[in-house]
């Protein structure tokens, strides 16, 4: 006869072990993928304020123009950054719609489930991935 104690221990055993074999659904995937492009099309737009809408003339003092710029290509980079992840988030989105999502573009083999949940806009195999550098 098993005790109270282990029977808790074995369905919490179970329990923890269903979690750990559960994947995400397509539709939180999408639902991640969404919110995560709501994120960065915000970001994008403060940005993109940030860079056309100047409220103030260039300050005359050539050290502070130095800072300005330093800024301005650091804004620059996080607004191509953030509208290159859009473009590979609207690339997974179009893959989960036509069912090519876990499929590898350079490969055609199945990306890793975990790779998928950790990077959900990837559309590479860990092994393509480690060979194109990315």
């Given amino acids: 006869m098993i005790s109270d104690q282990k029977r808790i221990f074995l369905l ?3 329990a923890i072990q269903r979690e750990l074999n559960r994947t995400m659904s397509t539709d939180e995937i999408r639902e991640t993928l969404l919110n995560k492009r709501a994120e960065l099309l915000s970001r994008v737009e403060r ?3 940030h860079l056309y809408k100047r409220d103030k003339p260039v300050s005359p003092i050539f050290s502070e123009q130095s800072v300005e710029m ?9 607004d191509g950054e953030g509208k290159g992840e859009i473009r590979r988030i609207d690339k997974a989105l179009q893959r989960l719609d ?10 055609g083999e199945e990306i890793a489930k975990n790779r998928l949940e950790a990077l959900p806009d990837t559309d590479k ?10």
Avoid: M, P, Q, V
């Avoid at 036509?98 to 490969?107: A, F, M, N, R």
């Avoid at 195999?125 to 990315?134: K, P, Q, T, V």
């Fill in 12 to 14: 919490y055993k179970e």
């Fill in 47 to 49: 940005t993109s304020k």
């Fill in 70 to 78: 330093e800024s301005r290509e650091l804004i620059y980079r996080l």
């Fill in 98 to 107: 036509s069912g090519t999502y876990e499929i590898c573009e350079s490969c």
């Fill in 125 to 134: 195999c860990i092994d393509c991935a480690n060979l194109e550098g990315g």
